[in-house]
């Protein structure tokens, strides 16, 4: 189904100046950062000239130019009879490359992963567990659907956070990756729309790809989800799968607010949609406030399955995740994964088992670890490069980072020089958007993301980088 912007919505998208001159070169300028940003998804029919004209309060000849030099620059497609569309003039040279495994001795400071050292919890979690292994070498060893006690424990843990669960709505999985792996195997087919966030986690783009689904990216402005572009896309796309990061979204940082949660929830159910919820960093909360119940909460009809981690809160090294859903989604899931593993290990499962019994202890570790390396990186970055902004985080495990150009993997190819490995915004969008934003992580402690960003810094003008005016980072 075809996908449109109404002339309202993006007359609300677009900030231009009343007194910008010329007028039609800064709204060109405008739509075209949306296009980069990944706000404004490749292949969308933006309203007719005359209806934004009316819209904006502008005269149509205007809109017109600003179309035309659009067309120009390659952003827009026109066809007689069918409108015009987004594009992108070249996405490859827009850094569509995606070198996310680099060589362990490579020597740069690992700023491209979000992943956070092991917890201090971590030995004595294997000791428990090993005192208790042997028992378990009895059997078979093949637990498809996971540990007892594992089941058990993370069935708890969601019944803590607002949403009563039961074991057998849970199967355990060699990480989340695996979990979107085979979500996407029983859910998405080949040509089917999915919808995605813009920006998102890469690997669950690949996931959608290696199934031939096609994706329906949904952008996510800076200072949060527009929930109402999300039930357009849904309604444009005919999409029956949506992917979304509800919790500290991975890269932004957002947080959805319950209200949104109820909104995406009703839209998902108006238009039959199956919502894959990752709550990955879900239980990374660094400042003391409440956080709303998991999505699937608002839901009344299973239409949202959940998935959760072990990596972020407690070590990516033990590969253990999880998905909720119904029983008879579990058992189907069950009986697809013995193409690929069979089971996830017995011995990292009692590890984590023995880790939810003192989650409280690790998320305060993790509040004082990550949220002191998240202070100090924000210090660093308004002291090093001013003209660079970003949100301020209550949680997850970076920094989206707003560049005033789009020169993304410029700025990463500069910093790779100086020893330190980027995540530039492309990596994140689709269609090779995102080339204004870069994800900075605080994983690291202190003093590796402090020296990051004075080599990130000591680059930037090498490049021939000059950011156009001061921006404040939001707090």
């Not at 009344?300 to 809160?313: H, W």
Request: with cysteine; net charge neutral; hydrophobic share 40%.
């Amino acid at each position: 189904m075809d996908r449109y912007l109404s002339a309202p919505q993006l007359a609300r998208l677009v900030r231009v100046p009343a007194d910008a001159r010329p007028y039609y070169r800064a709204l060109a300028a405008q739509v075209r950062e949306l296009i980069l940003d990944g706000r404004l998804p490749v292949g969308v029919r933006v309203p007719a000239e005359r209806h934004l004209a009316e819209a904006l309060g502008v005269s149509r000849t205007t809109v017109t130019t600003a179309y035309d030099r659009l067309r120009e620059q390659g952003y827009l497609e026109s066809r007689q009879g069918s409108g015009s569309r987004t594009a992108l003039p070249d996405p490859g040279a827009l850094g569509t490359d995606n070198p996310w495994i680099a060589p362990d001795d490579d020597g740069l400071l690992p700023m491209h992963s979000a992943a956070p050292p092991a917890t201090a919890l971590l030995g004595e979690a294997i000791e428990e567990a090993g005192r208790g292994y042997h028992r378990y070498a009895l059997g078979m060893g093949y637990h498809p659907a996971g540990l007892a006690p594992l089941r058990e424990a993370i069935a708890r843990r969601y019944g803590e956070r607002g949403l009563p669960t039961r074991p057998e709505q849970i199967i355990v999985t060699s990480g989340a990756q695996q979990a979107v792996h085979l979500l996407m195997a029983a859910l998405a087919g080949p040509g089917d729309p999915v919808l995605v966030e813009s920006p998102t986690y890469p690997h669950a783009l690949d996931a959608a790809r290696m199934r031939g689904a096609r994706l329906v990216p949904v952008g996510i402005p800076d200072d949060g989800w527009h929930i109402d572009l999300v039930t357009c896309a849904l309604r444009q796309s005919s999409a029956r799968l949506g992917y979304v990061i509800p919790d500290f979204q991975n890269p932004t940082g957002h947080l959805m607010s319950r209200e949104d949660r109820v909104a995406l929830v009703d839209a998902a159910r108006r238009y039959d949609v199956t919502l894959l919820a990752d709550e990955s960093w879900a239980e990374t909360a660094l400042d003391e406030a409440e956080t709303p119940p998991p999505l699937a909460a608002f839901d009344t009809d299973g239409r949202v399955v959940s998935m959760g981690s072990a990596s972020k809160l407690w070590w990516g090294g033990l590969r253990v995740g999880w998905v909720r859903g119904s029983a008879a989604l579990v058992r189907r899931l069950a009986v697809l994964r013995s193409a690929v593993d069979i089971a996830t290990p017995v011995f990292e499962q009692l590890v984590v088992a023995r880790l939810f019994e003192r989650i409280e202890e690790t998320r305060a570790e993790r509040r004082r670890t990550m949220g002191a390396s998240r202070d100090v990186i924000a210090a660093a970055l308004r002291e090093a490069l001013p003209r660079w902004s970003f949100r301020l985080p209550r949680g997850g495990g970076s920094l989206w980072v707003r560049l005033d150009a789009p020169a993304a993997t410029a700025v990463a190819e500069a910093a790779a020089a100086r020893g330190v490995r980027l995540a530039p915004g492309p990596w994140f969008g689709v269609d090779g958007t995102l080339e204004g934003h870069l994800r900075l992580p605080f994983t690291q402690p202190p003093q590796v993301v402090t020296e990051a960003v004075r080599r990130i810094a000591g680059g930037v003008p090498q490049q021939g980088y000059r950011p156009r005016e001061p921006l404040t980072p939001t707090l």
